[in-house]
């Protein structure tokens, strides 16, 4: 889709401090180029001086409320790929305000270049937030369970590996037992990793709250095997509209599922996925899959279809394997959602 020829593009290349801006007339001339603070008060000036313009800007830090804000001011509002406007990171002399003037330059020759990316709504990134808190929380928690054990380790106490919420209390009872020297000296690591659990807990039980009082849903979601209230929840929330794939297997590319191109002439490589879109929602759809390809997977379509993958062999097989379970599994959790459709799983296979 092109631009109108009577309209004003303005291309904001988005910072935490200011943001640069480049506005581009009818004629694709500029009218001006310019510095802004990073701020409401700005933002609002600059729709005053321009009512009416498209605003365009990649994906960011600060593009899910700033592309909201301007939508809420009357703008249409255009919200780039990286990953795909290429022109801007292979210029030679890449600088904010030729970023702006770039992508300003790309919405007016054809928007499609863009490949424009939908933010969801304020309310549902606020709600994916309290899951992000808690992935934090638990990496967190990791980090100083190793340190705690490399710590000891160096001392030549092994402490065993149990399970991330119960390593306090099982680390305190071997040493009050074996070492009761040591236990006050790393006593204070230990009740911070009390008071981690304790705030996973209580994050995950408002989740499982938010995920049954506003995304039901999600039980749709859940119905698979391996697919937990977790995995199901930031799916929703992440994808945000079950209807905005024109294709149902365009998800797995959204979630950079698929298998990156290189095909020139007679020539067409074979590469990895191209790990685009949500890293996060990427690796709980790997973890998901892994568990269904697991000794514990239920018998499934899509259990039996990566096992059959896998047992081609090779010594990538195996990761190939969950890969494909993963990019399947996309696919399926899109179709349940959008189809509101009972899991059938001798049918269910994407």
Known sequence: MK????????????????????????????????????????????????????MVMEVGMHSPWTSRFFKELGHRVLVANPRKVRAIYQNIRKSDRRDAEMLARIARTDEKLLYPVEHVSEDMQRDLLQIKLRDN????????????????KSLGIALATK??????RHTRNMLRREHPDMLALIEPSLCVLDTMTEQIRQLEKSIATMAAEKYPESEFLSQVGGVGPLTALTFILT???????????????FLG????????????????????????????????????????????ALRRKGLKL?????????????????????????????????YETDRHAA
């Open 137 to 152: 929380l638990v990496r967190q928690r990791v980090d100083i369970i190793s340190s705690v054990r490399f710590t000891f």
């Open 257 to 300: 599922l698929v298998p990156r191109r290189d095909q020139s002439g007679e020539t067409d490589k074979q590469l990895r996925i191209s790990k685009a879109g949500n890293s996060y929602l990427r690796k709980l759809l790997v973890g998901s899959a892994q568990f269904i390809l697991g000794p514990f997977g239920k018998d499934t």
């Open 310 to 342: 896998a047992e081609r062999g090779g010594p990538r097989a195996k990761r190939k394997a969950v890969v494909a379970v993963a990019r399947n599994l996309a696919v399926l959790l899109l179709t349940l959602w959008h189809d509101e459709a009972l």
């Open 239 to 253: 994808i945000g509209d079950p209807t905005r794939f024109g294709r149902k297997r365009d998800v797995a590319a």
């Open 3 to 54: 631009n109108k020829s009577s309209v004003i593009t303005i291309g904001i290349d988005l910072g935490d401090r200011k943001h640069a801006v480049c506005v581009l007339d009818a004629k694709g001339e500029i009218l001006k180029q310019e510095t802004i603070t990073n701020s409401r008060a700005s933002l609002t000036a600059l729709s005053r001086r321009y009512p009416g313009a498209v």
């Open 163 to 168: 399970n991330s919420e119960t390593f306090a």
